[in-house]
C-alpha cells in the first residue's frame, strides 16, 4: 500500500505541474492578446498623433494653455470613435458587424487620406469653416476633387488599404465578448455620428488631430446641405476653366513687366491717392513714388472681394451669370498667351469661403498664399504682410521678363491686423466698435493701412532698386472700401455706398516705358469717373496686347476702358454684392453713370439717388427721376427692389 501510494504520488506530481504550466501558458496568452488588442485599437489615434507631428510638429510642440488641451481632447476623441468603430467590426458573426466594418474603413479612409490631401495643397486641415461654404456641393466639392482625381484617389489609397488589413487582425485578435460586441455595434456608429457634430479648436491654430477636424468638417458639411446654417443658400465660387485664348502679339513700343497690387478693405480716405509731402496714411508708398498717377474717383463694382477679383481679373460685369463669371479668360490667361511669365502672390487666407477653388486654376509659374507663408494664418485677415513682402522680394527675381505679377494684400481685413512693434501713428486707437468709440477704431482701422502700406513700399523698393525698376509698371488699387457707421453699417458688403465702394488708384510706370500720349491721358483722369471694370482693360494695355483682334471677342463683353486711352467709360455700371460668384447675406445693389448713382439695400422701402459729385457723403436722396435711366436699367437686370421677393 505505501508503495503504491508513493508511486501514485509520483505519477501525480509531473501531470499536475503540466497542467499548472498550461494553464499559465494560457492565461500569459490571454494577457498578451488582450494587450496586442488594445493596441490595435488604439492604433489608429496613435497613427494620426505620429502622422500629424509628422506635418507640423513645430506648430503642435508650441501649443499653450488651452490649446494643449483641446488637442489631448481630440486624441480622446479620435481613440474612443475608431477604438470602438473597429472592436464593433472585429465581432465574429452577426450582420452589424458588416455595417459597422463600412463604417470604419470608408470614415478613416476618408479622414485620413482626406486631410493628407488637404494638406499637401494648402499646408493646413480641412475645418468646419471650409466645409459650411461649401453651400453648393458639387461646385465646391465634385468639381474640386474631379479636377484632380488621381491625387485625390492616390492619397485615400495607403488609409484604405491599411482600414481593411486592421479589420483582419481584428477579427483574428480581437475577439470581443458577445455582450459587448453588441452592445459596441450599436454603440459605435451613434459615436462616428456623434463625432460630426461635438465641437473642436477648429480655427487658424487648429488644436486638434486631423482626423477629428475632419469629422467633424463633415458635420458642417451636413448642416449646411440640409439648410441649417446661415451659408446654405449662399453661392460661392468653384474651380475656374478659362475659355481659351490664342497666341497674342505684343504691340510694338518698350517691354513692360507690369504688376497689379491689390489691397484688402482700404477706402480712398484711408490713403495718400495723389503725392502729398504732408500725408502719413500710406506715407511709405506716397514718399517712395511721389511721380505716380492718382485717380481720386475710381470705384469698385461690389463691396466684396470676390466679385471684385472676378470684375478686375476677367474684365466682365458683375451682373454676368454664374458660368461666364468662371470660364471668362482672365488677365493672366492673356499674359500667358502674350508670353508673360506669371504670379499670384497672396497674404490671403484661400481656406475662406472656396477661394482655393477660384485660384486652381490659374496655371501661374509662382504662387504663395497665407497658409504656406504661416501655417496658423488667421482665416479673416490671413498671413502677417512681412511674411508676405519677404516672399515677393525673395521671388521676384526669379521670374522671366516680361512678367505679370498679382501682389494681393490682406491684413486690412477686419479685425484689422495692427503689429504692436511697428508705427501706430494714428491715436487714440481702440478694438472696441462701440459707437462713442467710432473714431478711435477708426484710428485702428487706419494703423492697420498704414502698416500694410509699409509692407508694400519694401517690394516696390525691391523693384524700383533693381534693374527690374526700369521696364515695371505697377497698378494700385482696393478690392473694395469699409463703412464706419456713414450710414449705419460697419464692414463691408452691407451696400454700394461710397465707403464701401469708393477706393483709391494709381500708376506708376518708370521713365521710358509709357508714351507721351499715355502719360497725358493717365493725367486727364485724375479726377474722372473710374471703375474696377478698367482695370482689366488697362491691365491688357499695358502688356500690350489690347490692340489684338484675336481677343476681340472678348473685348465686346468687357464694359471698361483702358485708362491709358483718352476714352472714359460713361456707359451706366450694374454695382452688386450679390453675384454668381457670391451669394450677398443682405441684398444690395444699384447702378452708376459717372457720378450718379442708384442704390437700395434689403430693408430700404425705395431706390435712393446721389449725385457723388455734390454729395459725397450720399446724405441727399434726389429722387428717382434725377437718376434717369439708371433706374429701369436697375430693374431690368435685377428685376426687384433688394429683399423683396418680386
Known amino acids: 500500500m505505501q508503495k503504491t501510494d508513493v508511486n501514485s504520488g509520483i505519477k501525480a506530481a509531473p501531470e499536475q505541474v503540466s497542467r499548472a504550466f498550461l494553464r499559465r501558458e494560457r492565461v500569459r496568452v490571454r494577457t498578451l492578446r488582450r494587450i496586442l488588442g488594445v493596441l490595435l485599437l488604439l492604433l489608429p489615434a496613435i497613427a494620426v498623433v505620429v502622422l500629424d507631428f509628422g506635418r507640423r510638429s513645430e506648430r503642435l510642440l508650441q501649443l499653450e494653455g488651452v490649446y494643449r488641451w483641446t488637442y489631448v481632447g481630440a486624441i480622446v476623441e479620435s481613440a474612443a470613435v475608431w477604438g470602438l468603430l473597429l472592436y464593433a467590426a472585429s465581432r465574429r458573426r452577426g450582420a452589424m458587424r458588416w455595417v459597422a466594418a463600412v463604417l470604419f474603413v470608408f470614415a478613416l479612409t476618408f479622414s485620413f487620406g482626406g486631410q493628407k490631401y488637404f494638406f499637401d495643397q494648402y499646408n493646413a486641415y480641412l475645418n468646419v469653416d ?41 477579427r483574428r485578435l480581437v475577439r470581443p465578448a458577445r455582450f459587448k460586441a453588441r452592445f459596441a455595434v450599436v454603440l459605435a456608429p451613434l459615436l462616428l455620428v456623434g463625432s460630426f457634430f461635438i465641437p473642436t479648436q477648429h480655427r487658424h491654430i487648429q488644436a486638434s488631430t486631423p482626423d477629428v477636424l475632419y469629422l467633424h468638417a463633415v458635420g458642417g458639411l451636413i448642416r449646411t446641405q440640409l439648410g441649417l446654417t446661415d451659408q446654405s443658400n449662399q453661392m460661392r465660387p468653384r474651380a475656374r476653366e478659362s475659355l481659351p485664348v490664342p497666341p497674342l502679339s505684343v504691340a510694338k513700343g518698350p517691354q513692360r513687366n507690369v504688376i497689379y497690387v491689390l489691397l484688402e478693405s482700404v477706402r480712398a480716405d484711408a490713403t495718400c491717392i495723389e503725392y502729398d509731402p504732408e500725408c502719413q496714411r500710406t506715407g511709405a508708398t506716397n514718399r517712395l513714388m511721389p511721380e505716380r498717377f492718382g485717380f481720386n474717383q475710381m470705384r469698385s463694382m461690389a463691396s466684396c472681394t470676390a466679385i471684385s477679383l472676378a470684375v478686375t481679373w476677367s474684365g466682365l460685369a458683375p451682373n454676368e451669370d454664374r458660368d461666364m463669371l468662371h470660364t471668362w479668360p482672365l ?57 508676405l513682402a519677404d516672399h515677393v522680394n525673395a521671388a521676384i527675381g526669379e521670374l522671366k521678363e516680361p512678367f505679370f505679377a498679382v501682389v494681393h494684400f490682406s491684413n486690412v481685413h477686419y479685425p484689422y491686423h495692427v503689429d504692436p512693434k511697428m508705427p501706430q501713428p494714428f491715436q487714440p486707437s481702440t478694438t472696441s466698435k462701440a459707437p462713442d468709440e467710432n473714431g478711435s477704431f477708426f484710428n485702428h482701422y487706419q494703423n492697420g493701412v498704414h502698416q500694410q502700406d509699409i509692407h508694400l513700399a519694401r517690394i516696390l523698393e525691391r523693384i524700383r532698386n533693381s534693374d527690374l525698376g526700369k521696364r515695371t509698371a505697377i497698378l494700385y488699387t482696393s478690392d473694395h472700401g469699409e463703412a464706419f457707421r456713414e450710414h449705419g453699417q460697419m464692414g463691408h458688403t452691407f451696400s454700394v455706398f461710397d465707403e464701401e465702394i469708393h477706393v483709391p488708384a494709381w500708376i506708376h510706370a518708370s521713365e521710358g516705358i509709357l508714351t507721351d500720349a499715355q502719360k497725358e491721358n493717365l493725367k486727364k483722369k485724375k479726377d474722372a469717373y473710374l471703375f474696377h471694370v478698367d482695370i482689366a482693360p488697362t491691365l491688357l494695355d499695358l502688356m500690350g496686347v489690347w490692340d489684338d483682334p484675336q481677343i476681340d471677342k472678348y473685348k465686346a463683353r468687357m464694359p471698361g476702358t483702358s485708362m491709358l486711352r483718352p476714352e472714359l467709360t460713361t456707359q451706366a455700371l450694374a454695382m452688386t454684392n450679390c453675384a454668381g460668384v457670391w451669394s450677398c447675406a443682405f441684398e444690395n445693389w444699384g447702378f452708376m453713370k459717372q457720378n450718379m448713382k442708384l442704390e437700395a439695400r434689403a430693408w430700404d422701402t425705395g431706390f435712393h439717388c446721389f449725385d457723388v459729385a455734390a454729395d459725397p457723403e450720399e446724405k441727399n436722396n434726389l429722387g428717382i427721376a434725377a437718376c434717369g435711366e439708371l433706374h429701369q436699367k436697375t430693374l431690368d437686370t435685377f428685376g426687384r427692389l433688394p429683399g423683396r421677393k418680386k
Not at 477661394?355 to 504662387?367: C, E, H, P, Q
Request: charged fraction near 15%; glycine fraction near 8%; avoid cysteine.
Open 331 to 387: 488677365v493672366f490667361d492673356y499674359a500667358k498667351a502674350a508670353g508673360y511669365d506669371t504670379a499670384y502672390w497672396t497674404s490671403q487666407n484661400m481656406l475662406f469661403g472656396n477661394a482655393r477653388l477660384w485660384v486652381k486654376n490659374l496655371g501661374v509659374s509662382k504662387f504663395v498664399s497665407a497658409t504656406e507663408l504661416e501655417p496658423t494664418a488667421d482665416l479673416d485677415m490671413g498671413a502677417p504682410e512681412g511674411l
Open 130 to 170: 471650409v466645409s459650411l461654404f461649401a453651400s453648393n456641393f458639387t461646385d465646391s466639392i465634385i468639381n474640386q476633387l474631379s479636377a484632380d482625381i488621381g491625387n485625390y484617389l492616390w492619397a485615400k489609397l495607403p488609409p484604405f488599404v491599411v482600414a481593411i488589413a486592421l479589420i483582419f487582425i481584428g
